[in-house]
């Protein structure tokens, strides 16, 4: 069966407007289970739609003039976008269960959804703008949706602000490119742009898309909203923007990048990008873990891992070199780390989500013996803090060796020896807080704790799915490898 | 499919453990360790290899099927079992067993999950042993980390998180540089999969091409000094030794067991199989400064140990030395010189089991390490001296046991090796056993002769706690008597890296 | 390099301006202080109470919804204007249907914030500006 080629697409935004049915219609009864049940449903829904599609294997479809074009990056992306929701949905079900508007964030989870998986279409600099703003408004509510708790609130605002003045770069940076240029769609860009007269203009414009880029990453050098807004937010929403979101804002990049701005032409022009994207990853990593191992915050050193990770993941944009079968093996790398890194960092987040609502503090001595009273989410806990550690417990592993081997086939050692330390640097923090769980004695013994229902499905998927890409990477790798083709040999 | 049957059985027989309740976790862990067991002695009866399995020899029990492709490189599941790492193989199975079985009455919380981590080391050591492709074989190498960083931060002594931390990041480095090294030299060559056959035989025929700005010659040698830096610390050589005494010190009995016995042997073990046969030119060149490192690590060794005052970090210093001769067999690349060095490994492993159960028993009996509070424990603890005896009379080559067959290979090897100087740093190298002999002797004269005395009242643990380590003596003297026992395959396996470059004895 | 001048001179003139405006009125006015010129509103009207004071929230809910259907005005009036050649180009189904989508979704949404209560005044001893 042929399905149209937006179909998650569709479902995402069709999902959010029936939950906004749903509630009109009955807006005083308790629905906290239906809405999150359809939440997660449309999630998976669409994930399986974008693995038909790609099974179908149509090749690029392009629609609305070009607006958007639909690849396997698309539906690789959109099946991360789709099972981070129904993960984030499942685990929402227990988290939000006290509290008032559950129909309003369930609708800005759809919709921030749908944003991100437009994102992964996107084939023109009008409709990746649209489509980030599509995610970053629901995000900033998300982030506030605790309004009576000061830091949700807090998080809420800082996360406004410093996004409202990325929005603004971005899309400055768009208005500056086309300036140079005249054109929006990524297919006349990259044949505007070579040999472009307005180089000057145009290097101008690339840097402020990447600074725009690196806002919705959680890249150095706006990274720094991170932190506030995962220790902030409702953990559920630091799951779901810390692994979906980051995903969102790395294909949007590699979108434009790859398809818009070819590398080539770009060297002919004297701004070689890749180098800025090195530079910066080289930075977010290390920063980023260098402040993860400083944390006493649990949440906020989830925070800085994440930002550590998106620095792995800019290799994929540092270590083009030229030949398409090395670009394509790290984009692909890139990728799949996102895939693994979609479901080990929600799953983490979750757990935490679950120690919030147990009331457990936030500290690491908080944590400390939660293995006696809560031994099977603290084992799921240290596998996916392990497998984030790069350890062979989860496919974390593969993507982040993949990623080195890449940096390595592309003359950048320099750029995975970095990579290394960095890695050693993060089993230390890692183990750290698997050593407070599981070795530190707790202040109280025998405490009995509630088992929500849907947090722990939800942290239980990760970990088994995290763990079933260590035994069997083929899957993910080979769509992610065509996802990777679709966008580099394009 | 026997090393997948090997490995499926442990895996699953830790998580039955881990799954089981505490009360029967340690009885169903020491009946499940006997699978294994018994699978690495049918794998050595039913041995038929030949060659070397980086050498285009038939390693026993090989399978290879395609598991992964990253970045265009094939990564297979390829497991087989040749004349070096079968000796291992059946050490590991012996050491989990015999720590099994050590842990009863010593660890009294959360057992299930001792038992389990015990098993999963096991399964992980087995993995590391019989891998025959880069990647797989890191997979492991990286695993041991988890279920051995946690033995030693939940169940050890009072600095066990310090030790602990450090073991694990200490060892994570050098593991991530070595992956690096290597990764670099697998793409300047035309290989298309991490094969460790495929990949020394690229190295062996001069197929690195020059790349990342260095020379052909310069980026091997950067990848073979970073293979051997991942080794060096993994097996403890000075100085990238200051992990050891400590994690060994704060680990509990049956956990140093398998740290001391196996865990150092992954390093041997990798040095052999990456550094010595896929760079035999190398070799040659790095002789000497090498051997000379490997006497440095004997000297301070046990000039180091003979400081301690703690019975057990004494023993743990002990394991220096040992890890320096095998570093000093391996240089020599003759004949006897690797196969005593593959000898020494099984032969070490052994007699520091022995040690380190025998001390064990000591502290649990007096309820302290501290050899200048004990005296004349040999009337009260009777079985416990004659193991600690044997073990320290093993450990310092006494004939007829393990150990003095395999620094006798070493030494020979050592002496024939071709590269200048071997000789006097051979010599040089073979004054630490005098050193060795002498702190032991200190140890069990301070320890077991003289009056009576200790800090609290005896109570010497039941005789069949030191059952396991009984039997490693006689496995021990048994391969004294019979080294041919081993030697066979061994020789077999590195015969034929010799025949390669044309060394003798 | 030549048509940049253009605007940097421009931007120049832009910025002297005002400047020189307000330095020649500072230098040619005469200076007369006196009470009336410093009340909020020089419109003769007395101000009552102060200058800061709560609005009640309920005003920014309806300006937003106001924002909403005003930019969805933008989006119409193209769209009205061009519906007729439209309709001839490319026939009545696509150049209704989009315009019934997007109308429909903003009218869910409207639906929802009316059920929900968002648009319902509610009157609060709390605020000064109650109905």
């Not at chain 1, 790609?54 to 639909?70: C, E, K, N, S, W």
């Not at chain 1, 044949?191 to 600074?211: C, E, S, W």
């Not at chain 1, 984030?388 to 993949?402: E, Q």
């Not at chain 1, 947090?455 to 035994?471: C, F, N, R, W």
Request: overall charge neutral; hydrophobic content about 60%; some cysteine.
């Amino acid at each position: 069966m042929a399905l149209p080629a937006l179909t998650p697409q569709y479902v995402l935004g069709l999902a959010a407007l029936l939950v906004l049915v749903v509630d009109a219609f009955t807006p005083t009864s308790r629905k906290n289970g239906l809405l999150a049940g359809l939440t997660a449903l449309a999630g998976v829904t669409s994930a399986g739609a974008a693995a038909w599609l790609y099974a179908g294997g149509a090749g690029r479809t392009t629609l609305f003039d070009g607006a958007l074009a639909v690849d396997a990056s698309t539906s690789f992306f959109t099946a991360v976008f789709g099972c981070v929701a129904a993960l984030v949905a499942v685990a929402s079900y227990d988290y939000v269960r006290e509290e008032p508007h559950q129909s309003a964030y369930y609708a800005l989870v759809l919709l921030a959804t749908a944003g991100m998986s437009v994102m992964a279409a996107a084939n023109s600099l009008v409709t990746a703008f649209l489509a980030l703003e599509l995610v970053s408004l629901p995000a900033y509510a998300l982030v506030a949706y605790l309004k009576r708790d000061a830091g949700s609130a807090e998080a809420g605002l800082k996360y406004f602000v410093v996004g409202a003045l990325s929005s603004a770069i971005l899309v400055y940076g768009i208005s500056l490119v086309y300036a140079a240029t005249g054109v929006f769609g990524f297919a006349a860009l990259a044949d505007a742009v070579a040999g472009n007269a307005h180089v000057t203009v145009l290097g101008a414009g690339v840097v402020m898309l990447i600074g725009g880029f690196a806002f919705k990453t959680a890249s150095v050098p706006f990274h720094f909203w991170a932190p506030e807004a995962y220790e902030g937010a409702p953990a559920p929403v630091s799951a779901f923007l810390s692994s979906a979101s980051k995903a969102a804002g790395f294909v949007l990049a590699f979108r434009v990048f790859l398809l818009a701005f070819p590398l080539a032409a770009f060297e002919a022009l004297g701004i070689p990008w890749t180098l800025v994207f090195a530079v910066l990853a080289v930075v977010t990593m290390t920063l980023g873990n260098v402040a993860a191992a400083t944390q006493t915050n649990v949440k906020r050193m989830l925070a800085y891992s994440s930002i550590g990770h998106a620095g792995y993941a800019l290799i994929g944009l540092a270590a083009l070199s030229g030949p398409t079968s090395s670009d394509v093996a790290v984009v692909g790398a890139s990728f799949s780390h996102l895939f693994v890194y979609g479901f080990t960092n929600t799953g983490a987040f979750l757990v935490v989500a679950l120690a919030e609502r147990w009331g457990v503090g936030r500290t690491f001595e908080d944590y400390a013996g939660l293995a006696r009273s809560a031994p099977v989410a603290s084992a799921v806990l240290a596998v996916l803090l392990f497998s984030l550690a790069g350890l062979p417990v989860g496919g974390g592993f593969w993507t982040k060796y993949a990623l080195f081997l890449g940096a390595v086939q592309s003359g950048l050692w320099w750029l995975a020896a970095v990579g290394v330390v960095n890695s050693a640097l993060s089993l230390f923090y890692y183990s750290r807080l698997v050593k407070a769980v599981w070795v530190d004695a707790p202040d109280e013994t025998g405490v009995a704790r509630e088992r929500p229902t849907g947090i722990y499905a939800a942290v239980v998927v990760a970990a088994v799915v995290t763990v079933a890409l260590l035994v069997a990477p083929d899957v993910v790798f080979s769509w992610a490898d065509a996802a990777a083709r679709a966008l580099v040999s394009a | 499919m026997l090393v997948e049957a090997l490995l499926a059985v442990t895996f699953v027989a830790a998580f039955a453990v881990l799954l089981a309740p505490a009360r029967y976790a340690g009885r169903l862990a020491a009946v499940l360790s006997l699978l294994p067991l018994v699978g690495s002695l049918y794998a050595y009866t039913a041995f038929d290899g030949t060659g070397n399995a980086l050498l285009g020899g038939t390693p026993a029990f090989e399978t290879v099927v395609p598991w992964v492709d990253i970045g265009g490189y094939a990564i297979d599941w390829h497991v087989g079992l040749d004349g070096i790492s079968l000796p291992l193989v059946v050490l590991t199975a012996v050491l989990t067993t015999v720590a099994v079985v050590a842990a009863r009455g010593r660890i009294d919380e959360r057992r299930s999950l001792f038992y389990a981590l015990l098993l999963f080391t096991e399964a992980s050591l087995l993995g590391v042993f019989s891998a025959l492709d880069f990647f797989l074989w890191f997979v492991f190498w990286e695993f041991v980390l988890v279920p051995m960083y946690l033995l030693v931060a939940v169940y050890g002594g009072p600095r066990r998180r310090y030790a602990a931390i450090k073991f694990f990041v200490y060892t994570n480095v050098a593991s991530l540089v070595l992956f690096v090294g290597f990764v670099m030299l697998v793409v300047a060559t035309p290989v298309e999969s991490f094969g460790l056959a495929a990949v020394a035989e690229a190295v062996r025929s001069g197929a690195v091409t020059g790349a990342f700005g260095l020379s052909a010659g310069a980026l091997t040698g950067v990848a073979f000094l970073a293979l051997f830096f991942g080794f060096a610390v993994k097996s403890a050589f000075v100085p990238f030794h200051t992990w050891l005494p400590d994690a060994y010190t704060e680990a509990p009995t049956p956990v140093t067991v398998l740290l001391a016995g196996v865990v150092t042997k992954m390093g041997t073990y990798s040095l052999l199989r990456f550094n010595v046969t896929m760079f035999p030119d190398l070799i040659r060149q790095w002789a000497l400064p090498l051997a000379v490192l490997a006497a440095i690590t004997v000297l301070y060794g046990s000039l180091a140990a003979l400081a301690q005052r703690d019975a057990k970090r004494l023993v743990a210093y002990t394991s220096i030395p040992s890890m320096g001769f095998v570093l000093l067999g391996s240089v020599a690349a003759t004949n006897y010189g690797l196969a005593g060095a593959t000898f020494q490994m099984v032969s070490h492993g052994l007699l520091v089991s022995v040690l380190f159960l025998a001390v064990g028993s000591v502290e649990d009996a007096t309820g302290t390490r501290m050899i200048n509070k004990l005296s004349g424990l040999a009337d009260r603890l009777p079985v416990t001296a004659a193991v600690l005896v044997a073990g320290a009379f093993g450990y310092m080559g006494l004939p007829l046991m393990s150990g003095f067959a395999g620094e006798f290979f070493v030494f020979t090897g050592s002496f024939a090796a071709p590269y200048p100087h071997a000789r006097l740093v051979t010599a040089v190298a073979m004054f630490g056993i005098v050193v060795v002999a002498g702190y032991l002797l200190r140890l069990l004269q301070g320890v077991l002769m003289g009056p009576f005395e200790a800090p609290t009242a005896v109570t010497a643990r039941s005789r069949r706690d030191l059952a396991p380590a009984v039997v490693l003596v006689l496995l021990s003297i048994y391969l004294g008597v019979a080294p041919g026992a081993l030697m066979g395959t061994i020789q077999d396996a590195v015969g034929a890296f010799v025949a390669l470059i044309g060394g003798g004895l | 390099m030549n048509e940049w001048i253009a605007v940097g001179v421009f931007a120049v003139v832009a910025a002297s301006i005002p400047a020189v405006m307000v330095s020649a009125s500072r230098l040619l006015r005469p200076s007369v202080p006196e009470k009336g010129k410093e009340t909020v509103y020089e419109s003769g009207e007395v101000p009552t109470g102060g200058t800061r004071l709560n609005f009640n929230i309920q005003y920014y809910m309806v300006a937003l919804l106001f924002v909403v259907f005003d930019i969805e005005t933008v989006l119409i009036f193209p769209w009205t204007v061009v519906y007729q050649d439209a309709v001839g180009a490319a026939g009545l189904g696509s150049a209704l249907a989009p315009m019934l989508v997007f109308i429909a979704v903003l009218v869910v949404g409207l639906g929802w914030a009316w059920r929900t209560g968002v648009i319902r005044w509610v009157s609060s001893a709390n605020t000064e500006f109650n109905t």
